[in-house]
């Protein structure tokens, strides 16, 4: 495993911080009526595995603003054949992935992601449910968090599944609640599946409490 850079490249950063305070944190609080919790509990440096809950489209922004640090997503690789959005998604931490070639792409570009710096976000069922609750975790953040030995966040997305939901054109002044919780460390480099299973089972369980506080 190559050595973990300590932080996402400057140039990241900074586009990071201008969206957040120009764009993003505005419209958490004012419209969306923001309440973060837990932010303490964020490691500002050094390799980070970001796991929530996924409802919305808006839920990668919202994460990256609340956890206070620059969080990188997959994205579809059609992206990155538009020039001018190329560019800027990749400063923004995205990373391209190929459709039907499996988690192994995603895991090996999350991987390389975590080698350049980034906190890099999972969402733990890989996709949306209609309520923002997990019921099928998936053992993805847990074995990148084995090959790189970054340690796992687990965050709460409470409220962003009402932000536009299904039938709706228009988004919504939803309220959301964003929750933090405590580190949970990496797994063994050598764990089995049944010792990934155990890792990803102990993330969903901490976000759906978290979730599970509501408002």
């Not at 980034?118 to 949306?128: D, E, I, K, Y």
């Not at 962003?160 to 299904?166: V, Y």
Request: hydrophobic share 40%.
């Amino acid at each position: 495993m190559a050595e973990l850079a300590e932080r996402e490249p400057k140039i990241s950063l900074a586009l990071y911080q201008l969206f957040k305070w120009s764009v993003v944190s505005p419209l958490l609080h004012t419209c969306f009526r923001a309440k973060i919790y837990g932010a303490e509990n964020v490691p500002k440096r050094g390799a980070l595995i970001v796991v929530s809950n996924h409802a919305s489209d808006f839920d990668p922004p919202i994460l990256s603003n609340c956890v206070g640090r620059p969080v990188a997503f997959m994205a579809k690789e059609e992206l990155f054949k538009v020039p001018v959005l190329k560019t800027l998604i990749k400063l923004y931490g995205a990373y391209p992935v190929k459709r039907g070639t499996g988690d192994r792409s995603a895991i090996r570009a999350a991987v390389e992601s975590l080698e350049n710096g980034w906190a890099t976000g999972v969402f733990l069922q890989g996709t949306r449910t209609p309520d923002g609750k997990i019921t099928d975790p998936k053992l993805g953040a847990a074995l990148i968090a084995a090959k790189t030995h970054a340690p796992l966040l687990p965050v709460s997305l409470w409220g962003t599944d009402q932000i536009l939901p299904k039938g709706s054109k228009l988004p919504r002044l939803a309220a959301v609640t964003v929750r933090i919780g405590e580190i949970i460390p990496p797994p063994d480099p050598k764990s089995d599946r049944t010792e990934l299973q155990a890792i990803t089972d102990r993330c969903a369980k901490a976000i759906n409490d978290l979730h599970s506080l509501g408002r």
